[in-house]
């Protein structure tokens, strides 16, 4: 937990409930310890996705589906989601999901390492939600950033690790450890790839909310002195 638990109870104490379909397998998903998405997030979500009003959105770890289905509840109406899973005993659990809410058409699942199938891919996506092995986050962002337009967004969820990320390497258990330095990096690479433009949000488990500038970072500030020399000219 990285943020005060009383404030956690409180705010997710003022949520109004979900879908019929996504509470029952939010309920399904929780008692058979699958983890998915926790409710703060889901609302913080929600609202992207109705301001960003995406049209192709890439989901990077599937689960049973809950939170591609949640995303597809607040979507245009002809938006399409593709997610890719690789656990399979969830792949089933996913497209009985999707076919019991009638998201068949809408939601595509990709079946395989993330990491092989993100390069089998070669349609650009405005929005992309990475809520899969973390320690995997660092070499899925080459292509993530390769399919994401400009001006698309890049939402990567549970990046505190549980506030473990704070903490020296030798402080963390040995076989966290590989984990913990790669998500660090990540983030490292998050803030300062030219491309990007992040902020990280302390909701959840942590959350980065990432933007593929139109230009690179260097550009966009040449750019933006050009326009005040522009500007002093007239």
Known sequence: MIVDERIVTFINSMETENSRILENIEREALDARVPIIRKEMQSFLKVLLLVKRPMRVLEVGTAVGFSALLMSEYL????VITT????EKRIPIARENFR???????ITL????AQDVLKTLDEPYDF???????GQYIHFLPDVLRLLVPGGLLVSDNVMQDGSIIESRFCVERRDRTIHARMREYLYELKHNELLETSIVPL???VALSVKAEKGKKNIQENIQENIQERKQI
Do not use: H, T, V
């Open 76 to 79: 245009p109406e002809s938006a």
């Open 84 to 87: 890719i899973e690789n656990y």
């Open 100 to 106: 019991r809410a009638g998201k068949e058409a809408q």
């Open 110 to 113: 990709l079946e395989g390492d």
């Open 128 to 134: 992309i939600f990475m809520d899969a092995a973390k």
């Open 204 to 206: 959840g488990d942590g």
